[in-house]
């Protein structure tokens, strides 16, 4: 009983939702690492991704590592508005929003640094604030990808917060980054194979330095 009971609390995620902004002036911003995360598992996992009028995004359905069938989605209404493209898929599959895996940026963690959480408020991101809108509830999973805050930026300046956002990685940020995104694959996997409280303990206790090599613990 105890163990069934076990199996059945195991959160392993059907849908992997990464958030950003279409439209090429976006491409490879620090607001778009979402888009980047999906675009890293589609081609490792080879699972190809085409618009889908009906899902309100770029989506594909395959077989994850785990040989468990696995979605991707990169909503493409706009970080404003990203849960309206969750919603259209997990009502059209009958998905519980705890199946939900949602990766997006988050400054308030430094380049090299990730975060995976069971559950959790918005925390200032809009795409987040959507999803949590349009799911009916902020229990989901979401692994959130460190951008670090702008340089000699002012926490109240909004002018340097939106250019730092919406700016692109420099070259050795590019570096780290490529690196990162490796990693936020097999902290994918691992939440797939063990379930997403198991991947918290791996993924939340590594950082990258900053020469885009290293691993600390």
């Known amino acids: 009983m105890t163990e069934a ?6 959160v392993i995620p059907q849908l992997v939702v990464g958030l950003g902004n279409p439209e090429p002036k976006y491409d490879q911003t620090r607001h778009n690492i979402g888009f980047a995360a999906i675009d890293a598992l589609s081609r490792s996992w080879k699972i190809p991704l085409a618009e889908n009028r009906k899902f309100q995004g770029e989506y594909g359905e395959g077989i994850a590592p785990n040989g468990d069938k696995i979605r991707l989605l990169k909503p493409l209404t706009y970080m404003n508005l990203s849960g309206q493209a969750m919603q259209a898929v997990t009502s059209w599959y009958k998905l519980q929003p705890e199946l939900v895996l949602v990766i997006y940026d988050d400054m308030d963690l430094p380049l090299g640094k990730t975060r995976l959480r069971l559950s959790g408020s918005a925390g200032g991101h809009n795409g987040m604030k959507s999803a949590i809108a349009h799911l009916g509830t902020q229990n989901f ?4 990808i460190g951008i670090g805050k702008p340089k000699n930026a002012a926490s109240h300046d909004e ?24 990693f936020v694959g097999e902290c994918v996997e691992l939440s797939l194979n063990s379930g997403v409280e198991k991947a918290m303990n791996v993924c939340n206790s590594r950082s990258f330095d900053s020469s885009q090599s290293n691993v600390y613990f």
């Open 159 to 182: 002018h340097g917060t939106v250019s730092h956002v919406l700016g692109r990685f420099s070259a050795a940020e590019n570096q780290m980054v490529s690196v990162v995104l490796q």
């Open 5 to 10: 009971v076990a199996k059945k609390t195991l």
């Open 141 to 144: 999973p979401r692994l959130r």
